[in-house]
Nanobody, 122 residues
């Protein structure tokens, strides 16, 4: 009933930039928090950045000053502008949304996208 679709991943050299985008669609009443998590091979999924519907942002220490998260609440989209990329940023990046559905108000659900691969070469 809800889909999160990411786009914008790819291969980039160290020091380069990429922009990831995610669009949420379906039976959505409202979205509270949107964000990005990533998972590198052999590692657990980790938070990259989140943004609330009030615009408050939270970043992992490893990406502060390099990544910028933004959202368009009217369009249910979230973006992640990544700059000064490092090889250790290589991972599958997953979009995340905490939301309420039209059919079940006042109940919060967590949804994840299937992910987009980001590869940073040295």
């Amino acid at each position: 009933q809800v889909q999160l679709v990411e786009s914008g991943g790819g291969l980039v050299q160290a020091g380069g930039s990429l922009r990831l985008s995610c669009a949420a669609s379906g039976s959505i009443f409202s979205i509270n928090t949107m964000g990005w998590y990533r998972q590198a091979p052999g590692k657990q999924r980790e938070l990259v950045a989140t943004i609330t519907n009030g615009g408050n942002t939270n970043y992992a220490d490893s990406v502060k000053g390099r990544f910028t998260i933004s959202r368009d609440s009217a369009k249910n989209t979230v973006s992640l502008q990544m700059a000064s990329l490092k090889p250790e940023d290589t991972a599958v990046y997953h979009c995340y949304a905490n939301l309420e559905m039209i059919s079940r108000r006042n109940v919060q659900y967590n949804y994840w996208g299937q992910g987009t691969q980001v590869t940073v070469s040295s």
